[in-house]
């Protein structure tokens, strides 16, 4: 999930909330191209009013973060449950 200046991993349920970056298990290079998705993402949004520039930068970095929520669900294995929100 996606949110301005936001670690882009969330737990689900009654407790849910943004993970910090060290919160799973995770690689380092996986958690740094993790925060590089989020920074893009505010970036993108923040110069243009909070929207998005155009439909191919929304298309570009959904597709990146599909790409990311497979590493992390590769990454993590089966105990864990990986959904990608699209932005």
Known sequence: MADYYAFPL?????RGGMLSPDALPLRAPLREDL???SDD????????????????????LNTRGRALAVRV???LGPS????????
């Open 80 to 87: 864990y449950e990986v959904k990608f929100g699209e932005c």
């Open 73 to 75: 669900a590769d990454e």
């Open 35 to 37: 925060a590089r998705w």
């Open 10 to 14: 969330w737990s689900g349920g009654e």
């Open 41 to 60: 993402y505010t970036q993108t949004l923040l110069a243009n009013g909070c929207a998005w520039p155009d439909e191919q930068a929304r298309i570009d």
